[in-house]
């Protein structure tokens, strides 16, 4: 399932696990075609383009009970990889990422990174999933728009990236816009000091440093 982020995505992958299927997580910004491509090579059975369910070739599959989903590597360093993983597993790193970053039931995401990915996995689906923190999808990945979800929403907590960090940084943006926000969280790439430096003399908020991998889920937190 290759969805963007939104109520529809928590439907087909909540939908798929009560049927007992594999969700295999694709990348929405990838075209049609390039997510055909990566479903026949992980050996997915469908493939949900948004509106239908096209059936897969068939081949041989050998499959474990209690697999939960199966993460997409980035394929940065070669054909795209398929990582499955359990319930279990995925429960105990949704609940490492909250009780290391102090995410709690009454708090509430800003999801601008994709779910599907595993910092969206850990940080954003997970916290709902198991302690219900709610979620607000981002109608738009500018600094405008999200600053506009921030003032309307009051988002409590905000997982980002760095080139969106420093985006936010250089926007024309009002100091009040972000207040809402307790908690900052930056990952999937390196955050400079100065960086960090210029959006906590920006917003008065420090960014938190986040490292992972799809592999492992979480590995460091600040």
Known sequence: M???NGIVWFQAFIGLLEAGAIPVLLDPGEPLAAQKEAALHL??????????MHALPLRLRVRRE???????TSGSTGRPRGLAFTHGQMLADGRQVCRSMGIREDDLNLAVIPFGHSYGLGNLVLPLIDQGTAIVCAESPLPSGLALDCA??????????????????RADLHLGDFSPLRLVIAAGGVI????????????????????GSSDTGGISYD
């Open 2 to 4: 290759g969805i963007p």
């Open 43 to 52: 050996g997915a059975s469908w493939l949900w383009t948004g509106t239908d």
């Open 66 to 72: 209690d697999l939960c989903l199966v993460k997409v």
């Open 152 to 169: 309307k929403w009051k988002p409590t907590v905000f997982p980002l990236v760095p080139s969106l960090m420093q985006a936010l940084v």
């Open 192 to 211: 400079s000091p100065q960086g960090a430096k210029s959006f906590c003399e920006r917003f008065a908020q420090s960014v938190h440093c986040f490292y």
